[in-house]
């Protein structure tokens, strides 16, 4: 797969503060790419040199294959986290001149805002004041401008603010399609879940610097730990979890279950085969529970910015 977007070695500084220490990502065609990292980590720094509002000090930023250049404007949809909306105008109004000033003409503008308002159920919304409407009203609408001129690359920066669990979904579902249809996405944003949801790559910055990048499966490999999650109900509780303390690195666990089971978390070497673990298990009674914990985007996020 092809890459829609390089940053090769990017740094920029800000007096004597780094925000971003010689940085470089890969983004494919395709893909949702989620950009992760702490308050402060330099995402917000990135996503600005990638919008040629800040230039960068060093390095270089290639766009489908071409240098960066102010053309590329109308080739990027970018939703910030800070809106920008002008509260005073109406909504009508200003979703046209911003679609404009991305290169539509008036007539395709309408056009298009007519199928986005019409698909989410806003058209009553037109002649509103956006100083009328919710934050997350408001943020069904800049989401429309932002993607209404159908760009290659669209960076949503926390695009579920402000929306309740119905809207989010609805948003969610959005972004995936325009992936399906063939837009790339960049994709920032502090919940997790969201990030497990959506997300084929993704990449961590931590202290102005890439701490890890890859596909969201790869990367959960290199932190899995071999750890399984057991439940057994067995009357020989405290002879199984001495033995199985003798053999393997063993802890309590604490999942939700209907019966008395004990419950525990077996980490095996590489070597181990876990059908043989789950064959002893059964010899002391009935197996209820058998699980790989496969680590979470958020553990992976914890784990990483603490040992960074």
């Not at 920029?12 to 893909?31: D, E, Q, R, W």
């Not at 993607?147 to 309740?164: A, C, Q, T």
């Not at 989010?168 to 969201?194: C, P, Q, Y």
Request: glycine share 6%; hydrophobic share 40%; with cysteine.
């Amino acid at each position: 797969m092809s890459n829609i977007l390089e940053v090769q070695n990017v740094s920029k500084n800000f007096g004597s503060f780094t925000a971003l220490n010689s940085v470089s990502i890969a983004v494919p065609k395709g893909s949702i790419f989620g950009l992760l990292g702490p308050n402060g980590a330099g995402k917000t720094t990135l996503i600005r040199v990638i919008n040629q509002i800040t230039m960068p000090d060093s390095g270089h930023v290639i766009l489908d294959g071409e240098p960066l250049n102010p053309m590329h404007i109308k080739d990027i949809g970018y939703l910030p986290e800070e809106r920008g909306l002008y509260k005073s105008m109406k909504v009508g109004e200003q979703a046209l001149y911003l679609a404009q000033l991305k290169g539509l003409s008036h007539k395709e503008a309408k056009k298009r805002l007519k199928y986005w308002f019409d698909r989410l159920e806003i058209g009553d919304w037109w002649n509103k004041k956006i100083q009328e409407l919710s934050k997350g009203m408001a943020q069904k609408i800049q989401f429309v401008v932002t993607v209404l001129h159908e760009p290659k690359l669209l960076i949503f920066d926390e695009p579920f603010s402000g929306f309740d669990p119905i809207n989010a979904n609805l948003i969610k579902d959005e972004i995936l399609k325009l992936r399906d249809d063939g837009a790339t996405v960049i994709f920032s944003t502090h919940r997790m879940e969201s990030v497990e949801e959506l997300c084929d790559e993704i990449t961590l910055i931590h202290k102005s610097n890439k701490i890890f990048e890859g596909t969201l499966i790869d990367i959960k490999k290199q932190f899995k730990t071999n750890t399984f999650e057991i439940g057994i109900d067995t009357k020989q509780q405290l002879i199984l979890e001495k033995e199985l303390s003798e053999k393997f690195e063993v802890s309590p666990a604490n999942f939700k279950s209907l019966g008395d089971e004990l419950k525990l978390n077996v980490k095996l070497s590489e070597s181990d085969n876990p059908n043989d673990l789950l064959s002893y298990l059964c010899n002391y009674g009935m197996v209820s529970h058998f699980v790989e914990l496969i680590p979470s985007v958020n553990d992976i996020f914890i784990q990483s910015v603490k040992n960074n």
